[in-house]
């Protein structure tokens, strides 16, 4: 069974940055669109970020100037760098891999951000 691997989560004080890291080996990775989504306790998923096989990317507004998503097909993987963190960003960070076959989801990092 394919599946993505997160990594770089971790706790992180109110204004500072982490960089999460998607792993993505076993998938055709050039032609995936490659999204993060995020879930915190007691919430839906959200989608935080959208790169495609074009490195067109979309964010929402709520991580809009702050978190910049970029991929590297040499790698088959995919970043999220977060910025200027704030608590309300909290949650498990989930990397998903939309390619024309399948949609593969990782794991989950836990990114926890104190104020």
């Not at 970043?79 to 593969?104: F, G, R, W």
Request: net charge positive; aromatic share 8%; with cysteine.
């Amino acid at each position: 069974q394919v599946q993505p691997v997160e990594s770089g989560g971790g706790l992180v004080q109110a204004g500072g940055s982490l960089r999460l890291s998607c792993a993505a080996s076993g998938i055709r990775f050039s032609v995936a669109t490659m999204r993060w989504h995020r879930q915190a306790p007691g919430k839906q998923r959200e989608l935080v970020a959208t790169i495609t096989a074009t490195d067109r990317t979309s964010y929402a507004d709520s991580v809009k100037g702050r978190f910049a998503v970029s991929r590297d097909n040499a790698k088959n993987t995919v970043y999220l760098q977060m910025n200027s963190l704030k608590p309300e960003d909290t949650a498990v960070y989930y990397c998903n891999a939309i390619t024309p076959y399948h949609d593969y989801w990782g794991q989950g990092t836990q990114v926890t951000v104190s104020s």
